[in-house]
């Protein structure tokens, strides 16, 4: 019984992951017109809100490292990004994991509880993370920035 668990875990992890990063450039990245080369090319030239920058490689996920910045700003949105990014990724498998524990619970009450519990607090964390992307940009566009 566990191993056929750990398999249907493995399983809706990699569909999720397909699913998920199947549209990666086209969900998250802002067109700028020109495609970088290679991952490195898109991190030291990214595009910007204002349309500046570089597009991802087409079909890559590139992940930058968010500690690149020049100033406390783009420090503090680079950390935000990536943590958003990062959230962006965590939240369908943990929605996933929650249903699997519902689907599984055979009437099994504490297996229904820890469901509820993942979806709220998966709802509540990325709230956390969404509120906080919003905080900055507010901060940024009162200080004029």
Known sequence: MGKNIFISIIFLGILGYILLFSGINTAFAVSCGVS???CPAYCASRCDDLGNGL???????CIC???TATSTQGLINNVTNFIFLLATAVVPLLFMIAG???ITAGGNPANIEKA???IIYTIIGYAIVLFSRA????LNNILGK
């Open 55 to 61: 597009n991802p490689p087409e079909g890559t996920l």
């Open 65 to 67: 490292n968010p500690w």
């Open 100 to 102: 699997f524990y519902f």
């Open 116 to 118: 509820k519990k993942i």
């Open 36 to 38: 970088a080369t290679d």
């Open 135 to 138: 905080l900055t940009s507010l």
